[in-house]
């Protein structure tokens, strides 16, 4: 299956060429505003590893300059992950070249093993993967334009290699920033062993593809063909393809058991206990694709260090643009000079958290000291795991009384279950927050396959309640759109329940500039749902609300 896809998608490539889509070979970088060269590092096992180098335009080979640094399997010269690119050349598109050469960095982009230039065996965040990462940092750090100091940035897969970076701390490596990165590569594809849906961009953000197809994916990213004006070497390794690689890639990203080797191997929240390399960290709460869930862990296991963090309402992005915070690159590029340039810059707040009502705030850290967990009985019964066909007869729903005053959930909720069902089935936790005209907006959820003692992990959220409005509990068997679950067609009792729900004890007043992301109305708009009055009245529970101080 692999190969005939790796056919077509060559034969699509192939008729871009003939099409003309693709451009005469080297034009793009006339105006480009920098100087390109192409080198080539050799990783510890032998795989050579290709890496475009740019430098500030009308630079001396000699001039040493900070550098920053993106690993990435998404840089082919042809395609920038599945997007063509007819130009050639170095694939610079959503990344900040342009800000640090103009502040006199060289930016260095390093295919990873497998990908774009370089030959080799992927092989999704394992050893083979973050030992490419420890010698691109120590090749850039080794060069004669360089400093010594190295910054690595990116979002996604390329914040993923910032997070190795840490883990193998190479020689040289100053500074990281990493954006909706991914930090146990389990949980990215699986919650607890059930599968995420991921968007089917550009037709719809709505989950369709379950995270098994993930590797297969990438798989097909790593077949990219050379551009035509490639070096001989950039074209061999793209044809370097084994096989039996492959399937043993497939073979261990569909295995959905967290506690097999090869997924703890490539689970690094530990492996950044005590780190000191400072860490830029940035985690949107409504992220489709890498979710608000262990990346909070990982953040808490950080030793000393010049770290920060912005954690807020956006989606699968860095905070550039759509977050309403201009500011962002500023701080973004300080926190390189400090660290990688070492220059005497003020970096902003330890942790710049977006509430869920636009504003924003400081902390000294999230989830902030504050963060108590009120506990909150459920009510119990029976849901049937069918899935697919909404009904009453699929969730069990518990509301609380209209709130007296404000409160205001920051962290991480879990939930607790004593649970009566096969173990193919599964549950499913949505935290709601209710208006007085019963429209429901989804604030948090998380599942868990069905045990007599079931642990559920919510996504972290930061998300202020009005007085006046209640807080809704659904246990359901699965949310259709997030995670795919196979049926297992058969009742699940409920005999106790809790929710352990994170909330400020003292008022927060937002002390920093800014406005609503493009992802807080986005959300309401997807995620809000009318209860009928029976639900609501049904459902309620008295829930003793903490007092809270300050205001």
């Not at 300059?65 to 063509?84: D, N």
């Not at 500074?175 to 919650?191: G, T």
């Not at 297969?216 to 001989?232: G, I, R, W």
């Amino acid at each position: 299956m692999v190969s005939m896809r790796m056919v077509l998608w060559r034969a699509v490539v192939g008729a871009l060429l003939v099409l003309g889509v693709v451009a005469v070979p080297g034009q793009a970088q006339a105006d480009a505003g920098y100087q390109w060269r192409q080198e080539y590092i050799t990783s510890a096992d032998g795989t050579r590893l290709h890496a475009d180098v740019l430098r500030p335009s009308g630079i001396a080979d000699d001039v040493r300059t900070p550098v920053i640094m993106t690993v990435s399997p998404y840089r082919a010269h042809l395609m920038r992950l599945t997007e063509p690119r007819p130009q050639g050349g170095p694939s610079t598109d959503d990344l900040p070249v342009s800000m640090f050469l103009k502040a006199g960095y060289t930016y260095v982009i390093v295919d990873l093993r497998g990908f774009g230039g370089s030959n080799g065996c992927p092989d999704y965040g394992g050893p083979g993967e973050r030992s490419d990462v420890k010698a691109a940092v120590e090749w850039a750090a080794g060069q004669p334009w360089s400093t010594g100091k190295v910054g690595m940035t990116g979002v996604s897969y390329e914040a993923w290699t910032g997070i190795m970076g840490l883990t193998e701390k190479p020689a040289g490596l100053a500074a990281v920033a990493a954006f909706e990165p991914v930090v146990d590569a389990n949980s990215y594809l699986y919650m607890q062993g059930i599968a995420w849906r991921f968007s089917l961009k550009p037709i719809t953000e709505t989950g369709v593809r379950p995270g098994d197809l993930a590797g297969f994916e990438h798989l097909l990213v790593a077949t990219t063909p050379p551009y035509p004006s490639d070096s001989a070497e950039y074209k061999a390794n793209t044809a370097d393809i084994d096989p039996a690689c492959y399937a043993h890639y497939l073979a261990e990203t569909t295995n959905h058991d967290a506690n097999s080797a090869w997924w703890r191997d490539r689970d690094l929240v530990e492996s950044l206990r005590g780190n000191t390399i400072p860490l830029f960290l940035g985690q949107g709460f409504v992220d489709y694709n890498t979710r608000a869930d262990r990346v909070f862990e990982a953040w808490n296991v950080l030793g000393p260090g010049n770290h920060k963090a912005w954690f807020g309402q956006w989606g699968h992005r860095d905070c550039t643009e759509k977050c309403g915070a201009p500011h962002f690159p500023s701080e973004l590029l300080a926190f390189f000079d400090k660290n990688v340039a070492g220059k005497d810059v003020n970096t902003g707040p330890r942790v710049t958290v977006q509430q869920f009502d636009g504003r924003w705030r400081s902390e000294t850290a999230w989830p902030p000291a504050d963060s108590r967990a009120l506990d909150i009985d459920l009510r119990t019964g029976r849901y049937n795991d069918r899935g697919l066909i909404p009904g009453a007869d699929r969730e069990i729903w518990t509301v609380s009384q209209p709130l007296e005053r404000d409160q205001h959930l920051s962290g991480t909720a879990t939930a607790t279950f004593a649970l009566d069902g096969p173990a193919a089935a599964s549950v499913a936790v949505e935290v709601y927050d209710i208006a007085p005209d019963n429209r429901a907006t989804v604030i948090t959820r998380g599942i868990a396959p069905v045990s007599p003692t079931a642990q559920v992990r919510l996504l972290g959220q930061d998300w202020p309640l009005a007085a006046g409005h209640r807080i809704g509990v659904r246990v359901v068997d699965v949310v259709d759109d997030v995670w795919a679950h196979v049926p297992a067609n058969a009742p699940v009792t409920v005999t106790s329940a809790r929710l352990h729900l994170p909330l400020l004890t003292a008022v927060r007043n937002p002390d920093l500039p800014g406005e609503a992301s493009e992802a807080i109305p986005k959300w309401r708009n997807e995620k809000t749902v009318s209860l009928s009055p029976d639900v609501v009245n049904n459902a309620t529970v008295t829930v003793n609300f903490p007092p809270r101080s300050g205001g």
